[in-house]
């Protein structure tokens, strides 16, 4: 099954890598960390490199960045998140944990980057694991 995922998105992967990494750099540039619009697109361009692209480093440095300033921002806002956020925010830290349990132990750096240390919930915490 993974090499029909290749070959399907082999000869344009490079051009929708691309048209993702633009479309993500200007919701990076317009949209708050925590709005459901540019954590999707993290998402999904978090999972395009792990499984489509073979590139589980990049994948969990993109999720983790992702992460980091949703959380940062709810930590900041006296607003309550949005439902759709705060479920994205859930499956990046989800993803994290499941992408760098994966990882080979040579890759311990990236292994310590990408540790969610605490967890998200739906009431705008982070928690100690």
Not at 35 to 58: D, M, T, W
């Amino acid at each position: 099954m993974v090499n029909e995922k290749v070959s399907y998105f082999s000869p344009n992967s490079q051009r929708k890598s691309s048209a993702m990494m633009i479309a993500y750099e200007k919701a990076k540039i317009n949209l708050l960390p925590t709005h459901p619009i540019r954590l999707g697109l993290a998402l999904n361009f978090s999972v395009l490199y792990y499984e489509i692209l073979n590139s589980p480093n990049r994948a969990c440095y993109l999720a983790k960045q992702a992460f980091d300033l949703a959380v940062a921002e709810q930590d900041n806002s006296s607003e309550e998140p949005h439902e759709d956020s705060a479920l994205i925010i859930q499956l990046l830290r989800d993803n994290l944990r499941l992408w760098t349990s994966k990882l080979p132990p040579e890759d311990q750096e990236t292994k310590l980057y990408c540790n969610c240390s605490g967890y998200y919930n739906t009431t705008n915490e982070i928690q100690e694991s």
